[in-house]
């Protein structure tokens, strides 16, 4: 088992070339893969395999996709103020899917809080309604994208207030204790749980890609009949193995660990 996962952000439109806009790498990726003729897998078919729950032959040549944030450019073609239209995340994913023929499917990692979104929405974009969780419940039943947790308010430093216990904020290492893990994962559980019934959260991918040695070596394995998780992603670039823990599984970033098709490409081979 090797199976290297893919993650995007729909919010990072910086220009309209595959190095500032993501969109624009996720659609030039997506047929690199075919080119290289690597099948796509849901992430959750990964965890599967990792916990024994399906054979490895399941992902054999697959790569996963995933993205984080969740926000309406994940789901919607946008006007954007500065660069113009842009194809959503889904709409590339149907595109790529009617051109091919090739099975498609990604999971997106969303921040779950309704108030922390509202402020999020201010301070990291435009304010123009961007960061919403109408189409959640949507793209869950289509079955092309699965809604799964990024936690409850990111702990993110715009916030005037977090979940954090000592509003120690703009790091997920500071989750360290039972009750801000509650607060920020079995809690945004709890939340979506009840707004994508019946679907259940099972994954989580760390805000930041940071995580504590409390949330790794306490938390998540020692109060799964809390939170109900079976695997976290953090950001380690690396391919998802047999051996990995299921509670700090790596996921290769777009602009981070590579920005152009030929170091996709170096990634993959």
Known sequence: MR????????????????????????????????????RIVPLATVVDVLLGAAPTAAVENAVALSFDDGSWFDWH??????????????????????????????TSFVIVSPEARAILD???????GWWGDEWWPTAQREGLIAIESHSWDHNHDTLPATVQHAQRKGTFRT???????????????????????????????????????????????????EHRLRAAFGTAPAPV?????????????????????????????
């Open 122 to 128: 201010r301070t990291c974009m435009v304010g123009r």
């Open 241 to 269: 193995e047999a051996t990995a823990d299921r509670w700090h599984l790596p996921r290769y970033v777009c602009g981070a660990h590579w920005n152009d098709p030929a170091g996709l490409e170096r990634l993959l081979r």
């Open 3 to 38: 199976v290297p996962v893919l993650t995007y952000h729909s919010i990072n439109i910086h220009g309209n070339d595959y190095a500032g806009n993501d969109h624009v790498a996720l659609a030039a990726d997506l047929r690199l893969l075919h080119r290289l003729g690597r």
């Open 77 to 106: 073609d946008l006007e954007h103020p500065s660069w113009g239209p842009q194809r959503g995340f889904a709409g590339i994913l149907r595109d790529f899917a009617a051109e091919t023929g090739a099975a498609v499917h990604a």
């Open 175 to 225: 989750i360290d204790c039972w009750a801000d893990a509650d607060a920020e994962l079995r809690q945004a559980a709890d939340w979506l749980d009840a707004r994508l019934a019946p679907h259940r959260a099972s994954l989580f991918a760390y805000p930041y890609g940071e995580t504590s040695d409390y949330l790794v070596r306490e938390y998540l394995p020692r109060h799964a009949h």
